[in-house]
T-cell receptor, first 110, second 113 residues
């Protein structure tokens, strides 16, 4: 089976930097993805790491360490619109489709 | 504009009734997926299809059925055998396996009483 662990809630201040961690246990692994979901909305893709290291896309960066089964999402210059839930997800283990963590609710304070 | 549509946005049914959720995409994607999301939880995979006329069970397929007669369409039927059908249902598609990004529809919130 596959399981992912991420904090349930993180609070940060507007303009600051926040890191959301994700650890995973999988029977197979192709890569780690991150999705953003606003309340009542559809998840939207943020980033993907198939290899170890850092991927940067604007204010968002994502990191993967395959040997540690660990990754994180880094959000810089936080804006109020970044208030949302963030999910890490892995693909692997034989079935197509993603296995998601339970999500981290990010609260941005002014 | 290309995208995924799901209808309706809200659906109410009585216990014991089957209900079919619609999912249509005009992205020309081969792979389509159905996920279920419960409050405060992540998404769980119900069924997926990598090609027309073929589909596979995901992690929580019991009580659900699907069909894939057309590339654009992947309807999900929630049957009376599903013990806890009330949930937020999300359909997604991807251009092909091995590609990174899945595109999600707006979801259907199903309430069964």
């Amino acid at each position: 089976g596959q399981s992912l662990e991420q904090p349930s809630e993180v609070t940060a201040v507007e303009g600051a930097i926040v890191q959301i961690n994700c650890t995973y246990q999988t029977s197979g692994f192709y890569g780690l993805s991150w999705y953003q979901q606003h309340d009542g909305g559809a998840p939207t893709f943020l980033s993907y790491n198939g290899l170890d290291g850092l991927e940067e896309t604007g204010r968002f960066s994502s990191f993967l360490s395959r040997s540690d089964s660990y990754g994180y999402l880094l959000l810089q210059e936080l804006q109020m619109k970044d208030s949302a839930s963030y999910f890490c997800a892995v693909e692997g283990g034989g079935a197509d489709g993603l296995t998601f963590g339970k999500g981290t609710h990010l609260i941005i304070q002014p | 504009d290309g995208g995924i549509t799901q209808s309706p946005k809200y659906l109410f049914r009585k216990e014991g009734q089957n209900v079919t959720l619609s999912c249509e995409q005009n992205l020309n994607h081969d792979a389509m997926y159905w996920y279920r999301q419960d409050p405060g939880q992540g998404l769980r995979l119900i069924y997926y299809s990598q090609i027309v006329n073929d589909f596979q069970k995901g992690d929580i397929a019991e009580g659900y059925s699907v069909s894939r007669e057309k590339k654009e369409s992947f309807p999900l039927t929630v049957t009376s055998a599903q013990k806890n059908p009330t949930a937020f249902y999300l359909c997604a598609s991807r251009a092909g396996t091995g590609l990174k990004e899945q595109y999600f529809g707006p979801g259907t919130r199903l309430t069964v009483t």
